[in-house]
Structures are given as structure tokens and as C-alpha cells.
């Protein structure tokens, strides 16, 4: 709908993105690191965090710019059914048939493996996406598949990607057979104001806007950051309904009303609304929102104290949320 009004080649912030065109973050950089270091090892490796963060995107990158005459990658992403289920779709991805058997399967999985090593001089990645599904089983299933010669010569390289919670059960005392074993750990962090702001620019210049065009005002963009919480998937739903509600009032750029609109719409869909913290004490020179404060009223009381909402983001064990100020 707005492509045509902001003469754009594309639209700006769709998931269809080659490997080239991605944009790097810190986190993104650490995360390639450590799994190359995981193809040099041929260990067990472990990438976490929220969902929307990029962990997929981040190894697609790596798995796409490695040799095929050198590696087999295997991209499994069906982890909620049983171990059987598990390992026939394993066995699919490596072009084995289907077994009834559990223990069957499991040994014509490994007989591959040692040839695609042995005869085909190929190094097999499995990738395990959406591996928090795991049931203990599968994981430990997994966990043997890696045993070769007496857990004495590594065949392949294992990376399980999940969210947070993944950490947390592979610390539980049943896996620390696995734990033990992981020989690279990283969990993606979100993206800080100033990568937000470069993310937009980027995934905007890579739909044809001009660099030196700014398409969403700074406070548009400090409401964004806030409310998506530095996840790039959530940037990318608010930019794209932001920039729809822009089109409609025939705008040349997105304001903070219509980021206001974007994020009314966005929880209108997903139900997610952040809370903001009681009894909350201001600061000298800083007038703090009402409790529950919407984005329409935010967008009202910064225009009238004619002065930039400000957020802070705060996490702990048991709650998350963002409390609103205007400087």
C-alpha cells in the first residue's frame, strides 16, 4: 500500500533477504564467530534468546556462505513431536526413508553420517531450530548421535537454537551430560537505540530510499525502539504498519502519531501491551506518564510539554516493562 507513495523497489521490511543483504549487528558478529569456531571444533553448540531476535537469520547467513563440496548442512525445525518423529525427519533431510523403529532409525542416521565423513569427505551440521520443543528424550537421543569411536572422534557438529528458556533446561541436572558437552554458548541480545535506528536506514536503503532521506522522526523511533523492545522482528511489524498509516495521510515521513497508530494496530493483533511500573518516583527535571499510559495519550503529552517521550526499559526474573517519560 505504501510502497508506491514512498517510491520504493520493494517493500522495505519483508523476512525475504539474502545472506548479503542482512544487516550486521554486534550481536550478529559474536554469533558468527562462535559457530565458525563450532565448524573448527565439530563440538556440540548452543544459541539462544527471544523470539524475533535473529538466531535463525544468523545461522542461515553462516550455513549459506559455506563449501558444499565441504559441508552437509541438515535444518531441522519439527521438534514437538516424539523421539521417532524427531529422528525420521531427520533421516528425511539426510535422504534416508522413514523407520518404524526408533533404534533403526537412530543407526541409519549414524551409518550416514560416518560415510558422508568417510567417503564423501563431508563435515555434517545439524541445526535444530525451535529446539525448546526438545522433549528430554530427543535431546538425549541427539546427544548419543554425536558419540563416535567411544566419544573419541568428533563426526559432526550439533547446534540447537531456542529461546531462553532452552538455557535453562540444559542447566537442569538431567541434561548435564549434554551441557558438559557444549563446547560454544551464546544468547543474542536485542539491539540498542543506535542499531535500531541504522536497521531502519539500512532495510529502508535496501528498498531504494535515499541514505540521506529520514523516513521516521527521532521520536518515532525512540517509541519504536521501546515498544519492540530491540527485536527485530517487532521493528520490522512496526515499520510496516507505521509507514501504511503515513502513506494514508499522504506524509512524507512517519511521525510520532503515526507510530502511535502502528502500535495500536500491532496490539490490537498480538494482544502484547508493556506495562509500566507503580509508584514509580521522577527524577529532577523529568515529568513521568500516568500509570498504563497508551501510545495516543504518549503522543499528547509530548506535544504538549512540545518536548521528546524518553522511555527506560527495565527486566528482571519475574516482570518486564517500560516506563515513560518526557524530559
Request: a positive charge; charged letters at 20%; hydrophobic letters at 40%.
Amino acid at each position: 500500500m505504501f510502497q508506491q507513495h514512498f517510491a520504493f523497489t520493494r517493500y522495505p521490511f519483508e523476512a525475504s533477504l539474502a545472506a548479503d543483504e542482512l544487516f550486521d549487528t554486534e550481536a550478529m558478529r559474536e554469533a558468527k564467530a562462535r559457530i565458525n569456531h563450532l565448524l573448527e571444533l565439530r563440538g556440540l553448540g548452543l544459541i539462544t534468546g527471544e523470539a524475533g531476535c535473529g538466531k535463525t537469520t544468523c545461522c542461515r547467513q553462516v550455513m549459506q556462505q559455506l563449501p558444499p563440496g565441504l559441508y552437509r548442512p541438515v535444518y531441522v525445525s519439527l521438534t514437538t513431536g516424539s523421539a521417532l518423529d524427531a529422528l525420521n525427519c531427520l533421516a528425511l533431510e539426510l535422504g534416508l526413508s522413514e523407520q518404524r523403529q526408533r533404534a533403526s532409525q537412530w543407526h541409519a542416521i549414524r551409518n550416514e553420517i560416518t560415510r558422508l565423513v568417510q567417503q564423501q569427505r563431508q563435515l555434517p551440521v545439524l541445526i535444530i531450530d525451535e529446539a525448546h520443543h526438545l522433549r528430554n528424550e530427543v535431546l538425549e537421543d541427539l546427544r548419543l548421535l554425536t558419540n563416535f569411536a567411544m566419544d573419541s572422534e568428533p563426526r559432526m557438529c550439533l547446534l540447537l537454537i531456542g529461546l531462553t528458556e532452552l538455557r535453562r533446561r540444559l542447566n537442569m541436572g538431567v541434561h548435564q551430560s549434554l551441557s558438559q558437552r557444549l563446547v560454544i554458548r551464546h544468547h543474542f541480545g536485542a539491539l540498542n537505540r543506535d542499531e535500531t535506528e541504522r536497521y531502519l536506514q539500512h532495510r529502508l536503503s535496501l528498498a531504494g530510499a535515499a541514505d540521506k532521506v529520514r523516513l521516521f522522526e527521532p521520536n518515532a523511533i525512540e517509541m519504536m525502539h521501546a515498544q519492540a523492545r530491540g527485536m527485530p522482528r517487532r521493528i520490522n511489524r512496526l515499520a510496516h504498519y507505521a509507514l501504511s498509516a503515513a502513506a494514508q495521510d499522504q506524509a512524507r515521513c512517519v511521525t510520532l502519531q503515526h507510530m502511535t497508530q502502528a502500535v495500536e494496530e500491532w496490539q490490537a493483533w498480538t494482544g502484547c501491551r508493556q506495562p509500566t511500573p507503580a509508584g514509580a518516583a521522577a527524577p529532577a527535571g523529568i515529568s513521568l506518564l500516568p500509570l498504563k499510559t497508551s501510545p495516543k495519550s504518549l503522543a499528547q503529552a509530548a506535544d504538549a510539554h512540545r518536548r521528546q517521550p524518553r522511555c527506560l526499559n527495565f527486566e528482571s526474573d519475574n516482570f518486564v516493562g517500560t516506563m515513560w517519560f518526557i524530559e
